[in-house]
């Protein structure tokens, strides 16, 4: 030990206060008078010594809130924190790429920088929090703003540090089931869907099954010298279907007068919409009946298809974990420390059966032997019953008795390994070397998909002696082809199912390698400080060199579809340093005041596989100054300036078509923009009143990268004040402004701002995006709004966090520990282009603004601490805001079409109830009921629905399955 690893009584409980009021965080008992503490590691800086604290603002949430909440995912529990807001999680379904993602300050989960043990966690592109065993886990810091110049790239919107128990003495054994709970009464609902003749869910249900099972053993060898620590998990979630919920039962959109809700679907129906783009019947719009007859019909609102049952509202999932952490003392000074991670995760996401999809032009001959003559007249006038070859837009959704879901298997395996040396060169001076190795493997099947060439060629078929047999038999071109009969309901065979649903598979290797090695100068040891302070300045200076690989690879199916491989590298070397000076300690107005600064400089090379190839450089810094007039104030303040690099796929990833949500004003019989404003878009006076609508409100949009792309930067200012009143025992408060602008982000634009803006403005550059097809659309293969990655303008928010932390001792009754975070949001702004206006959704959600951006958060707990056998019971108040849907509002950016069906989602209060009690000395129970109250969430028409949305709410933001109840055992010895 250095001398000066001992520190007095209260440092550490002070530390924790000081740092920004813990949230959640169970009272820490103060060291013992005399007992030796190493040098602290505080999350945001690199200075390592006891007596340090960091001027930036940290939540912490530790091992205790875990278990309270019951949380097997450990992204649910940030997920409920007010900084936070969802992002990739497991109540995602249609689009779910099977990871879990943490979104902090609402500025993209690209833009938090997640580590493990101060290190980097995963490959950004393969970033995962899954990969985190909960049970494992000491306590999370969250650093709000910038901290680029502590960490390099990404810490933008701040930090999130997972630090993990790696120093065990014994065996833990952790076991916990969960199911939710819920009561299907929403009559008014419930009314809804059986209005539609769809069927409701059991007015009582239970499902939705978790199970985690955590194991973990270390032990001290060599005389104490060193230390090992082994451990593996087991996790299952159950599915669960949008059909067990009233409010998902049915695909929920706003009625004609939008002020009531309907249920509205996909006009992919399983009974098959035609509508004829060539020959004499140009124009037509059809559907076959619903009893199955071979009968065209007018299509209308009565032939929409309900895709919701099938979906997930919760994927099913197992994951695996297992690791190990070391460290080893080589001499008195050095000592070796290493780990290994590793998780295998899959889930499978579920939804709707697929379909020929409505958009894609089919080719159908007029002489096709499954057509009556009904059907061949109206497809082809008087060419019917010729070999003559019309096209149409098919829309054929293969559900009814041989219904196949689409699947989507989604697994990922992740390794990651480090081994490092750190320890004294001299007194005062210390290093830290590391190597850092992180694999993350991704494949993604996705089954009972039609393949749209084999349909193409299913669909032209020729009567040969009394048999519908494809043409491709009769030429010899594909042996295989079976007939599809898409002119009546259910009419499709076995065979011919087997024949046009296929599977496609991509895969991806991601890889990232770290070089690290700082070295520390603590010129205490030398005597040296400032004349007015007794503590004498540390200084950091270090090299670090980061390499990120992506590898990813479609199979020639996925190809087919357009996906198109891709490949890049990024490679970067950075130097950088950091200094605390301590200026003032123990005076008559300053019981301290320092100052803080860090620079760093980086240098990027980005390459793909084609020879293309990018460099630039990025300086990052910086300042924080710390002051307490006395034991009860301090006041921190901070300014730091941050970038996040291009990502590999940002940079070289191909462009592609995919979907959004959202309307063509354009579309239908009697469209919401007029002509005039239409035209700007592309539409022809024609086309005008008989352009189709988006199929379930989903439209699609062009998206893809640019190697053309430069680094995003950000500037953070925090300022606050922490409070330890001595005359308030056990009380602390912490209250921080944070301001965050990001200046040229990576992103693409909105399709429905760039929709809106153009009907709105004629704003040439946005009108100029429009592609529509042929028809007028914007959806198939030739309908889209262009939206790809480009530096765009600035994102800006701005808040105060507040934490609050205060036990009150009760005596023979024990303790009552109250804590509270709450998050003020002042403006959440977004500059599209540079110049060209901005929007602010704080308050709002919907299109542009995406998921619910409420004014006022928080968490209050309180605890009761029993002196009974040590058991506790703890009440969590969640609360959000309500918020507007951006789309009524005024502002340009954001004004579209008025919907009084939600046009306020009021505010929302979940209750939560745990409790532990001990059970000899090794055993200790715990349960929990979650959203006490069973509440609902709110019911958003699939109109507005947008990022993140599924199941007709916002899953990520309310509890989307009811009350959750679990029960958990921990076994330790």
């Excluded at 690290?516 to 503590?535: E, H, K, R």
């Excluded at 078509?657 to 019989?669: E, I, K, Q, R, V």
């Excluded at 402004?737 to 909105?750: A, C, H, L, P, T």
């Excluded at 429009?770 to 530096?791: I, Q």
Aim: glycine residues 10%.
């Amino acid at each position: 030990m250095t001398k000066h690893s001992a520190i007095k009584k209260g440092v550490i409980a002070a530390i924790a206060m000081m740092n920004a009021t813990p949230l959640m965080v169970q009272a820490q008992e103060a060291a013992s008078e005399g007992a030796e503490v190493e040098a602290i590691t505080v999350t945001g800086s690199r200075i390592q010594r006891a007596e340090y604290t960091t001027n930036s603002p940290i939540s912490v949430v530790d091992d205790s809130e875990i278990k309270f909440q019951g949380a097997t995912s450990i992204e649910s529990v940030l997920n409920k924190m007010p900084q936070f807001t969802a992002d990739a999680n497991e109540n995602v379904s249609n689009g779910s790429d099977g990871t879990s993602q943490i979104n902090l300050r609402n500025l993209g989960s690209n833009r938090v920088l997640t580590l493990v043990n101060g290190q980097r966690m995963l490959p950004t592109m393969g970033m995962d929090v899954n990969f985190i065993p909960s049970a494992l886990v000491e306590r999370v810091d969250v650093v709000t703003g910038g901290a680029s110049a502590v960490y390099g790239s990404d810490a933008i919107s701040g930090v999130v540090n997972f630090i993990l128990k790696d120093d065990l003495n014994g065996i833990i054994f952790d076991i916990q089931g969960s199911g939710y709970q819920h009561n299907n009464d929403d009559s008014a609902t419930r009314d809804l869907v059986t209005s539609y003749g769809y069927e409701v869910p059991d007015s009582s249900v239970w499902d939705g099954e978790k199970y985690d099972f955590n194991f973990a053993a270390g032990t001290d060898f060599v005389d104490g010298k060193g230390n090992i620590t082994f451990y593996a998990g087991y996790r299952r979630t159950e599915p669960v279907l949008q059909s067990e919920r009233d409010y998902s039962a049915c695909a929920i959109s706003a009625n004609s007068t939008l002020d009531g809700y309907a249920c509205g679907g996909s006009g992919n129906n399983p009974w098959g919409r035609f509508s004829v783009l060539s020959g004499p019947m140009t124009g037509g719009s059809y559907n076959n009946v619903k009893d199955g007859s071979k009968e065209w019909d007018t299509y209308g609102d009565e032939y929409l298809y309900n895709y919701n049952p099938l979906n997930y509202i919760q994927r099913v999932d197992r994951r695996y974990t297992a690791g190990m952490m070391t460290h080893y003392a080589v001499t008195d000074t050095d000592e070796v420390y290493g780990s290994f991670m590793f998780m295998d995760d899959q889930s499978f996401s579920q939804i709707a059966p697929s379909a020929l999809w409505f958009g894609d032009d089919y080719a159908i001959n007029c002489d096709n032997p499954l057509m009556s003559s009904q059907q061949a007249a109206a497809l082809c006038g008087t060419s019917a019953g010729t070999s003559e070859i019309i096209d149409a837009y098919v829309g054929y959704r293969l559900d009814g008795e041989n219904a196949r879901p689409r699947r989507d298997n989604l697994r990922h395996t992740d390794y990651r390994f480090s081994l490092g040396m750190r320890g004294d060169i001299n007194d005062g001076i210390t290093y830290d070397v590391s190597y850092l190795r992180t694999t993350a493997l991704y494949q993604e099947t996705f089954m009972n998909d039609v393949n749209p060439e084999r349909a193409a060629r299913a669909l032209l078929a020729t009567d040969v002696n009394g048999v519908a047999t494809c043409n491709s038999v009769i030429d010899g071109s594909d042996s295989a082809c079976v007939p599809i009969d898409v002119f009546a309901y259910s009419g499709i065979s076995d065979e011919a199912f087997d024949y046009i649903l296929t599977s496609n598979s991509t895969e991806s290797t991601q890889t990232l390698d770290v070089l690290s090695a700082f070295s520390q100068i603590d010129l205490d040891y030398y005597d040296i400080s400032l004349p007015w302070a007794m503590t004498g300045p540390a200084m950091v200076v270090g090299y670090e060199h980061r390499k990120e690989v992506l590898d990813f690879e479609a199979d020639a199916i996925a190809e087919s579809y357009g996906t198109e491989d891709a490949y890049g590298v990024i490679e970067v070397d950075e130097v950088y340093t950091e200094i605390d000076i301590p200026l003032v300690e123990d005076a008559s107005w300053a019981k301290y005041l320092g100052i803080n600064a860090g620079l760093r400089y980086s240098e990027y090379t980005n390459s793909d596989d084609e020879g293309n190839e990018s460099e630039y450089d990025a300086t990052t810094y910086k300042f924080e100054l710390s002051y307490s007039p006395n034991d009860d104030l301090r006041f921190r303040a901070s300014f730091n300036h941050a970038i996040r690099a291009p990502n590999v796929s940002e940079l070289f990833s191909s462009q592609g078509l995919g979907n959004y949500s959202g309307t063509d004003p354009c579309s239908g019989a009697n469209p919401t923009a007029t002509f005039e404003q239409c035209a700007r878009t592309g539409v022809t006076e024609a086309q005008y009143g008989n352009i189709i609508e988006c199929p379930a409100e989903t439209c699609v949009q062009q998206y893809g990268g640019n190697p053309n792309l430069r680094p995003e930067e950000a500037d953070t200012y925090t300022v606050g004040i922490v409070i330890t009143p001595e005359a308030v025992e056990n009380l602390s408060v912490s209250l921080d402004y944070y301001n965050i602008k990001v200046e040229d982000y990576i992103g693409s634009i909105d399709p429905n701002l760039i929709i809106n803006q153009c009907i709105a403005t004629g704003n040439s550059y946005y009108c100029d995006l429009f592609n529509r097809s042929r028809a007028g659309t914007l959806f198939g293969t030739d309908g889209y709004v262009t939206s790809t990655t480009l530096n765009t303008g600035y994102l800006q928010t701005s808040g105060v966090d507040i934490n609050a932390n205060y036990t009150y001792e009760m005596g023979e009754y024990g303790s009552l520990g109250m804590q509270l975070v709450g998050t003020y949001l002042n403006e959440m702004v977004t500059e599209p282009q540079p110049g060209l206006g901005t929007y602010d959704c704080k308050g709002l959600y919907g299109p542009s603004c995406g998921q619910p951006v409420p004014e006022w958060r928080h968490n209050a707990r309180a605890t009761w601490m029993m002196p009974w056998m040590d058991a506790q019971v703890s009440l969590l108040w969640r609360y959000m805001d309500s918020v507007k849907l951006s789309l009524n509002e005024s502002n340009e950016f954001l004004t579209g079409t008025n919907y009084e069906i939600n046009a306020e989602i009021g505010s929302y209060s979940y209750f939560d109830l745990a409790g532990s009690i001990p059970v000899g000395d090794h055993l200790v129970f715990r349960g929990g009921i979650n959203n006490l109250l069973d509440r609902d969430p709110p019911i958003i028409v699939s109109n507005v629905l947008s990022s993140f949305g599924n199941g007709n709410t916002f899953p990520g933001m309310y509890d989307p399955l009811g009350r959750s109840i679990y029960i958990g055992l921990t076994a330790s010895f």
